[in-house]
């Protein structure tokens, strides 16, 4: 990315651009899906020399945010902007929730291994599915995991252990 | 990679089960052995304690960090200290459903972690004294145990290779968080400093301790490395910690506690002295600073616990399909 | 928690701004207490299962009075941040409920105590969805959800333990005999509330205590336990007049920060 084009030339500061780079950023515990993808980018566009992001939490509790946060500091400085020009703000309306998850988000989810958010409202017969041999054959083991998002279960059929993403 | 030897032992063990052939060409080709698969009793036995070692280790590793939850200095810190555990917590329980599908109980690993009969970590028998000893243990603990578990990714067993892919990714973010925790100290004040500074003191010896014994006292790691569930030795891995380590240390502007400690431009890798292996056996065998109390704590959240249990399978047997 | 809102300064008649600030720092109190006494619980639990559903409980409610913090913070407007709202007040400046700074107790009494809670909470914020004040309002569409988690969990706890064995449930109804006294002030209505819930800001808490008792009433049916008879309520957390708990609870949680003032973390 060049910096100086970047926070320098109106032209091609437009909003794709910063939007683009920002979203890139990925979820500290969750590599394998970006903030975008997550739906916790709200907003990045410029604003005379200054960067403005929105971002939202997802759970409460979970501290990602403030990691989240400290990278799209480092992203922008990177990109030329000093850190008096960055503005982050957090806004919790309309809370998130894990419809907020784009499609793409959910099927790198399931790639790595992490059964995705049921969707009832687009597909009510949706069931939780062993990533591994995509068996429905599943029980949970704890409805609370690692980090706030996720619930442990296994699958009857291979005995997979996995995560489940919670809905919210 | 294979030697000879592993599969001459393999073969005593099970000269005519046709499931050795698949198993061997599994290993062979890199590819995964799944709960189902035949395997060596050995093998699975070998797995079993592994995986529940690692798992009692998680678990009893939430004691020294738990001991500093309520005191955290702010409530970001405290925020971040909370997940860690439950990150651990969670690890914890996703290495005993592991362990499981060998055909073992979480119930029966808990009574023989009770009983002494299978270990946990070493390091975790090291008492937190400071704020510092949190920064410590997610820099340094965390970073030795990364280290050992990134070779693990790469272990015969699935459900134990594709558990340490997503574990090393929540375990990089608390490292870091570490990592941050040492920083912050260590451009703050006189006091803060010196507050760093005695951590890795205490904490450097016995986070080099974690990787085991020389390879030429270690009496699993052939075969492990056989097997393929153990892909680097221990006087490798840990000479890859201490690469990484050191430059941070400088970074931070702190001391290692190693006057033999120094970079080794023939062999591209830091010279360091010598393990205190007394310490280490004394630990080992359960004379460490704190192996009674972290089992003593463990133990009694278990016996005050029975009557939970209790009462849940009680309702559970009554009420088939409502608890979950 | 990374910027400083205009709104919060600007929106509000002056009046309405201080009420409001104090009526957000008693919510942040609330869940900042529970949350320190319900982390004592890690590595202490009956199972690895509620040593996981307890830091996660109390990571949730430590995230919401992280956010009210905040926002009280910014209410007020004499730019104190979260930690120094929760290191740097006495008790006397504490205003949470009676019931969060209960001791722990055994399992029992850390349940019923946490399903009076939940439900109380559930009731709460699902109210305070249609605040006017959008912050609040947002903040209590995320609460909502994760309290309805909580109470889920509370709940079922609730009846394994009150239909589980005769001891489990002889602890469970004398846990609910210790906390009932406590439950009363969740609906005490003061002036603040008044005024706040008038302006379409806050809501009475006497309006919630008809839902939440149909709700707790329901569940104790179902799992067999009695509510006490006996009418006497304890308050006085929401003015700052606490029990004897607090104190040692605040002298731990803010020791750092009084040992070592003034320093980065």
């Keep these: 990315m060049d910096a100086t084009r970047l926070s320098g030339d109106a032209v091609v500061t437009g909003p794709p651009i910063i939007k683009d780079l920002v979203g890139a950023v990925p979820d500290p515990e969750l590599p394998w899906v970006t903030i975008a993808e997550l739906g916790v980018l709200r907003g990045a566009r410029i604003s005379g020399e200054r960067a403005v992001v929105e971002v939202t939490p997802t759970w409460s509790g979970c501290p990602a945010i403030d990691a989240i946060t400290d990278s799209i500091r480092a992203v922008l400085t990177e990109a030329g902007f000093g850190l008096e020009q960055i503005e982050i703000h957090t806004t919790y309306s309309p809370a998130w929730t894990t419809d907020d998850i784009t499609h793409d988000g959910l099927r790198k989810l399931a790639q790595a291994g992490i059964a995705p958010p049921r969707r009832p409202a687009e597909d009510p017969q949706g069931a939780t599915r062993c990533p591994l041999c995509d068996s429905s054959g599943v029980r949970p083991v704890s409805e609370f995991g690692a980090t706030p998002c996720k619930a442990l279960m296994v699958c009857n059929a291979c005995l997979e252990p996995f995560d489940r993403f919670k809905e919210l | ?324 | 928690m990374t910027s400083r809102s205009e709104t919060a300064t600007s929106c509000h008649r002056e009046e309405h701004r201080q009420l409001l600030f104090r009526y957000v720092l008693a919510h942040a109190d609330d869940n900042l207490i529970l949350a320190q006494r319900l982390s004592g619980w890690i590595s202490r639990a009956p199972d690895l299962e509620e040593d996981i559903a307890m830091a996660n409980i109390a990571l949730d409610l430590l995230g919401r009075a992280r956010m009210l913090l905040d926002y009280a913070g910014q209410l007020e407007g004499r730019d104190r941040s979260e930690d120094d709202l929760a290191m740097f007040r006495s008790e006397r400046e504490f205003t949470n409920l009676l019931l969060v700074e209960q001791p722990n107790g055994d399992f029992a009494h850390t349940m019923v105590r946490q399903f009076l809670y939940d439900a109380y909470q559930t009731a709460l914020w699902k109210s305070l969805c249609g605040s006017a004040d959008a912050t609040l309002a947002g903040i209590a569409g995320k609460a909502i959800k994760e309290a309805r988690y909580h109470l889920r969990h509370s709940g079922t706890w609730l009846l394994r333990l009150g239909r589980g064995t005769e001891e489990s449930h002889r602890r469970t109804q004398r846990a609910l005999e210790g906390l009932w006294r406590f439950t009363a002030e969740m609906f005490e209505t003061s002036e603040t509330d008044r005024k706040l819930a008038g302006a379409g800001l806050g809501v009475e808490p006497a309006g919630l205590q008809p839902g939440w008792e149909r709700g707790v009433e329901k569940v104790f049916c179902e799992a067999g336990l009695q509510i006490p008879n006996d009418r006497f309520a304890r308050s006085g957390g929401r003015s700052g007049f606490h029990t004897e708990h607090l104190g040692l609870m605040l002298a731990e949680m803010q020791w750092m920060q009084r040992a070592y003032p003034g320093m980065q973390w």
């Design chain 2, 1 to 324: 990679m294979a030697n000879e030897r592993s599969f001459v032992t393999i073969s005593v063990v099970s000269a005519q089960h046709p499931g050795r052939a698949r198993f061997e060409a599994l290993l062979a080709a890199e590819e995964k052995v799944e709960p189902a698969d035949w395997m060596p009793e050995g093998y699975r036995k070998t797995l079993i304690r592994q995986i529940a070692q690692h798992a009692h280790s998680e678990v009893i590793g939430m004691q020294p960090e738990g001991n500093w939850i309520s005191r955290a200095p702010t409530l970001k810190r405290k925020a971040i200290l909370m997940a860690k555990v439950q990150d651990e917590a969670g690890h914890g329980l996703y290495l005993y459903s592991a362990a499981e599908t060998l055909g073992i109980t979480r119930d029966e690993m808990v009574r023989l972690l009770h009983e002494g009969k299978q270990k946990y970590s070493s390091i975790f028998n090291y008492p937190t004294l400071s704020w510092a000893d949190i920064g410590c243990i997610g820099w340094l603990v965390d970073g030795a145990a990364i280290t050992n578990q990134v070779m693990l990714t790469r272990c015969s067993f699935g459900p134990y290779a594709r558990g340490m892919v997503r574990i090393c990714k929540e375990e990089s973010f608390h490292q870091r968080q570490g990592f941050q925790i040492m920083e912050t100290l260590c451009r703050g004040s006189a006091e803060q400093r010196e507050m760093a500074q005695d951590g890795l003191g205490r904490w450097w010896w016995p986070s080099l301790m974690m990787f085991g014994p020389h390879d030429s006292d270690s009496t699993h790691s052939d075969q492990s490395m056989a097997w393929k569930i153990k892909r680097v030795s221990n006087d490798d891995l840990r000479q890859q910690f201490v690469d990484m380590t050191v430059p941070q240390a400088d970074y931070l502007g702190l001391t290692v506690p190693d006057p033999e400690l120094r970079w080794n431009p023939e062999r591209g890798h830091y010279d360091f002295g010598e393990i205190d292996w007394d310490e280490f056996w004394a630990v080992v065998r359960g004379n460490g600073p704190m192996n009674r109390e972290r089992i003593a704590h463990k133990r009694a959240a278990w016996y005050d616990g029975a009557w939970v249990r209790k009462a849940a399978s009680a309702y559970a047997a009554r009420h088939t399909g409502q608890v979950g």
